[in-house]
């Protein structure tokens, strides 16, 4: 299955509530007639290495249900079976779950064409923070070969908050885009809201 994605979040310092921040590309989508095609989720919850004290992000997404993502920041992504969790808990010793850390995104999936989108709210605990918008083109697998089309495709419903082309490009070239790529950016895009919202992470039990 092809999965070639790109998200941005929208800047909007002004959302105080769910309604709000899910509005805009959600209407534009559906003025284009895009069929709606259930929920997904993507989260992650941060997990604190007690030895090197790095961070370690144990991540879930509703499109591969069966797979569980552990990445480390600027490190190699681990892709393992869902019950990953169970491990990570026997194994307390070496790591301490951050849970007031957890941070994840819930949304709608559309079908556009050739296009799949993914326009979901992300949250920490019961705040809403801001926008995720993941843009599949499903009849490609090489990152780098359908970027100008998505940006295209991204414009007519994102306008100037277009993103640029994401870092994990940049190491693909022309290799086969993964799933595990997809986590990679919603990682990038969580450490950002998190950043932006100064959670101290040493201050976290």
């Not at 908050?161 to 790529?181: E, L, R, W």
Request: hydrophobic share 35%; aromatic share 10%; glycine share 8%.
């Amino acid at each position: 299955m092809a999965d070639e994605s790109a998200y941005e979040r929208y800047e909007d310092p002004g959302v105080k509530a769910r309604r709000r921040t899910e509005g805009k590309p959600e209407a534009s989508l559906k003025q284009s007639q895009a069929e709606d095609c259930g929920f997904y989720s993507p989260g992650a919850l941060a997990v604190v290495s007690g030895q090197t004290g790095k961070l370690m992000y144990v991540m879930h997404n509703s499109e591969y249900p069966l797979s569980c993502f552990a990445l480390f920041e600027n490190g190699p992504c681990l892709v393992a079976d869902a019950n990953f969790d169970t491990l990570m808990v026997k194994l307390k010793g070496f790591f301490q779950n951050a849970k007031a850390n957890k941070i994840e995104s819930r949304g709608t999936r559309y079908q556009y064409c050739d296009f799949l989108v993914k326009v979901g709210t992300v949250t920490m605990g019961p705040s809403a923070r801001g926008i995720s918008v993941e843009v599949e083109y499903c009849p490609c697998v090489i990152a780098n070969d359908c970027w100008n089309l998505l940006m295209e495709f991204m414009q007519s419903f994102m306008g100037n908050h277009t993103p640029g082309i994401p870092s994990v490009f940049g190491t693909k070239h022309d290799s086969v885009y993964s799933p595990a790529d997809t986590m990679v950016q919603y990682m990038e895009l969580f450490n950002k809201i998190r950043k932006q919202q100064q959670v101290p992470v040493a201050g976290i039990r």
